[in-house]
């Protein structure tokens, strides 16, 4: 179309719908109309991020992500450093931290599973306040005695499963949060802001304290309990209905 060809873009459309089984009617040049002049669609400011109407869902969106890297980063950066200042051997706190990741293998094909069954507000709440018991395990492994080492690796287990599995589910709930005209930017400002919170941020206030695992995963834990909060009190659910949740918002010319 973008060449003045009609008759060879609906050509191409119709080889596509026969490739898909001929589930809709074929495409005819006079469907097309006469009004067949493109025009680049200008791209809203970064402010549009902010206007009424859409500043709500931006905040969750960045919550949400940022909640979720912080445990992340913290697991990812910190705790193999955390576990060998409270204590633990060197092969154990790296055993641990390979157990932590391998379950997310499962855990995230069971998020992108559940996720399209319950909605991703419900999914990610399920996968942030999951997370507190295994992060409470974790945190308190040290005054289990000769159990230490189980209770350490049940809270690994459960926090893989959950908390680190939530990717799946906040990256595409993130993206729901914009328009169409507003997803790109939208997005990888979300994720931006998010990972410096959860990625800079946080360790480098934490670090002095990963000799503490009272404060160390009672942190996460609190951070956990607000990111599961924010989608089921501020959200709203994107799955079948995500225009209606972004239509709101203004225009790109609009203050």
Not at 74 to 96: E, H, I, Y
Not at 105 to 131: Q, S
Request: one cysteine or more.
């Amino acid at each position: 179309m973008s060449r003045g060809d009609s008759r060879a873009a609906v050509d191409t459309v119709n080889r596509m719908i026969a490739r898909c089984g001929r589930r809709v009617l074929p495409l005819t040049v006079a469907a097309l109309g006469t009004d067949l002049q493109t025009t680049g669609e200008e791209l809203p400011s970064f402010m549009a991020l902010f206007r009424r109407g859409q500043l709500r869902w931006t905040i969750v969106g960045i919550i949400c992500s940022a909640t979720a890297l912080t445990a992340y980063y913290c697991s990812a950066v910190l705790l193999p450093k955390a576990l060998v200042d409270q204590g633990a051997a060197v092969s154990l706190s790296f055993g641990l931290s390979t157990l932590l990741f391998i379950v997310t293998i499962p855990g995230k094909f069971f998020t992108a599973f559940i996720m399209e069954i319950i909605g991703r507000r419900w999914t990610i709440t399920y996968c942030l306040g999951g997370a507190i018991p295994g992060l409470a395990l974790m945190g308190l492994a040290h005054r289990a005695g000769v159990y230490a080492t189980v209770a350490m690796s049940a809270g690994a287990m459960i926090t893989g499963l959950t908390v680190l599995s939530s990717f799946p589910a906040v990256r595409v709930y993130l993206s729901e949060q914009f328009p169409t005209t507003l997803r790109g930017r939208g997005h990888f400002f979300g994720e931006a802001t998010g990972r410096f919170f959860a990625g800079v941020l946080t360790p480098f206030l934490l670090e002095p304290y990963a000799g503490s695992a009272t404060i160390f995963f009672g942190t996460i834990a609190v951070v956990v309990a607000i990111g599961a909060c924010v989608p089921v009190l501020f959200g709203k659910e994107t799955v079948g209905q995500l225009e209606t949740v972004t239509e709101a918002v203004p225009a790109p010319g609009e203050a």
